[in-house]
């Protein structure tokens, strides 16, 4: 019987035998990836050395968590999310050459049909919040403008919430908006100061969160997508930088080059030269996109 | 804004930025583990470098995992059993001497209230199958025979199936028994030739198992839960080296030490001897349980 011994499992041998029970896979990729994940998986459960009832409550933690999602509720992407996994997916997926604009997640929260706005327009449908003006310009990496480029943009309203979040309290559509560049690539826009918003923490994700000592919270910031034709499309956010949790996004989305500044403006000249009513909230920020190779 | 800087997600100190938000989790234990977890799965993703649309499906994989899960299918428990993560679990808390027998996975088909039988007892109640003898001694590493071991033992039938998972075809309690051992440590009991059988490969195990080339057969065995005052707990099984499937089990069960040998009987003589009623499998295996310290 000892020509069985090589084949069978072993503490020490306990990766390499798994994986060579891949090898008529007839999808080469994942095999590759199954081969990542089990040696992993191995080399972490032989750190971590889980007792059979911690092993049995992480299996309880991944059922729930797959049980908690339904066609509004997706617990996995959460638990990506907080994990940073989505992030780090982002950044491989992302990888721009210097002076490029970075991209971010894209969160739950975009709608494909958002009405396409003349440039200027108010995206705040409901006058709740303090008045913002945003404003900026879209060039590429060679600094020239971008004609024509398609701007979607959307955020969370004063108590931090989506309109598809409200509805019924927010008008449909409220905060969201297309526009499009002309040729000198500049854009602007109304909207209200977003507020910081929790991600839904009410499962098993949010429990992880509450025993590991880590809020929910997002800091305030609006998402962009960006499209323009021989431009990669762009997916990012910009944030406030005084927000009180711009060092700790729940979902680690944030970075030093999404930073916008979100000017108090008083000042009765400016005000009128920016054809707002009253005091308002000033954020300047250009984009600079990848041209496609 | 350079203060930012340090905190903040990059794809170089993913890993770091996610660990160091658990710096005021109470619990220091799970601290520990979800370093452990975080660094693994981010040199997993780094390796991998998944697409988004890869990334979304192992989102969806484990979604369906979940929810494929209820009272009576535990589908993570046969995702970890065929990543070989149950075998690793049970190997790591399960640590032997040499010359002690070792353990492998209990399996969800042990029950708590199966009857105690005098030793000798058929545990076959429905006389299906080939007939079989199964017997042996248990001693302790110190090669003495324990009196009053409990030995709980089941089986699946000659067709692959467990009583609990034929409920009105087979009789209650069918291949099922728990025996004492005498002074002398020794004990037989009647069963059936069990056989190879699947696990449940109809959910999304199953299909993994098939786009990796794999079977989802478990070969022919036996179960055994051995306790005795005094000496640790034994949860294994004993394998018939000759089925199929002894070098491909889908759960990674099989050690070497657990290959018992399932002699076919024709000789009248020991027929008679062994008290059975015409040929038979007769297979003997020891056990040597490890004392307490």
Same mark, same amino acid.
């Given at each position: 019987?000892?020509?069985?011994?090589?084949?069978?499992?072993?503490?020490?041998? =306990?990766?390499?035998?798994?994986?060579?029970?891949?090898?008529?896979?007839?999808n080469e990729r994942l095999a590759?990836?199954?081969? *990542?994940?089990?040696?992993?998986?191995?080399?972490?459960?032989?750190?971590?050395?889980?007792?059979?009832?911690?092993?049995?409550?992480? %299996?309880?933690?991944?059922?729930?968590?797959?049980?908690? +999602?339904?066609?509004?509720?997706?617990e996995y992407i959460l638990l =990506?999310?907080?994990?940073?996994?989505?992030?780090?997916?982002?950044? %491989?997926?992302?990888?721009?050459?210097?002076?490029? #604009? !970075? #991209?971010?997640?894209?969160?739950?929260?975009?709608?494909?049909?958002?009405?396409?706005? /003349?440039?200027?327009?108010?995206? +705040?449908?409901?006058?709740?919040?303090?008045?913002?003006?945003?404003?900026?310009r879209i060039t590429g990496t060679?600094?020239? $403008? %971008?004609?024509?480029?398609?701007?979607?943009?959307?955020?969370?309203?004063?108590?931090?919430?989506?309109?598809?979040?409200?509805?019924?309290?927010?008008?449909?559509?409220?905060?969201?908006?297309?526009?499009?560049?002309?040729?000198?690539?500049?854009?602007?826009?109304?909207?209200?100061? /977003?507020?910081?918003?929790?991600? $839904?923490?009410?499962?098993?994700?949010?429990?992880?969160?509450?025993?590991?000592?880590?809020?929910?919270?997002?800091?305030?910031?609006?998402?962009?997508?960006?499209?323009?034709?021989?431009?990669?499309?762009?997916?990012?956010?910009?944030?406030?930088?005084?927000?009180?949790? %711009?060092? =700790?996004?729940?979902?680690?989305?944030?970075?030093? =080059?999404?930073?916008?500044?979100?000017?108090?403006?008083?000042?009765? !000249?400016?005000?009128?030269?920016?054809?707002?009513?009253?005091?308002?909230?000033?954020? *300047?920020?250009?984009?600079?996109?990848?041209?496609?190779?």
């Amino acid at each position: 019987m000892e020509t069985h011994e090589q084949g069978f499992f072993t503490e020490e041998n =306990s990766a390499d035998v798994v994986i060579s029970r891949n090898a008529k896979a007839k999808n080469e990729r994942l095999a590759e990836v199954m081969e *990542v994940i089990t040696r992993h998986l191995h080399a972490a459960v032989k750190e971590i050395e889980p007792t059979q009832e911690e092993w049995f409550e992480a %299996i309880m933690f991944l059922t729930k968590t797959g049980q908690m +999602c339904n066609d509004w509720r997706q617990e996995y992407i959460l638990l =990506s999310d907080v994990l940073g996994v989505s992030m780090l997916v982002d950044a %491989i997926n992302n990888r721009k050459p210097t002076g490029a #604009s !970075e #991209s971010t997640v894209l969160g739950p929260f975009h709608v494909a049909d958002a009405p396409e706005l /003349p440039m200027g327009a108010n995206i +705040c449908l409901d006058q709740k919040g303090d008045p913002m003006l945003v404003r900026g310009r879209i060039t590429g990496t060679d600094g020239k $403008p %971008i004609d024509h480029a398609k701007i979607d943009v959307w955020q969370a309203n004063d108590e931090g919430f989506y309109d598809v979040q409200q509805k019924g309290i927010q008008p449909d559509f409220n905060l969201r908006g297309v526009f499009r560049t002309g040729p000198d690539g500049s854009y602007h826009f109304r909207g209200v100061k /977003p507020k910081y918003y929790p991600i $839904p923490d009410d499962g098993p994700v949010g429990q992880l969160l509450g025993k590991l000592g880590r809020h929910p919270y997002r800091p305030a910031h609006l998402h962009y997508i960006l499209e323009a034709e021989g431009y990669e499309t762009l997916v990012t956010h910009i944030f406030d930088p005084d927000d009180r949790y %711009i060092n =700790s996004d729940a979902v680690f989305g944030v970075k030093q =080059s999404l930073l916008a500044r979100f000017d108090w403006v008083e000042d009765a !000249e400016r005000i009128k030269a920016a054809g707002m009513e009253g005091p308002y909230f000033e954020v *300047v920020h250009d984009f600079v996109l990848v041209p496609k190779t």
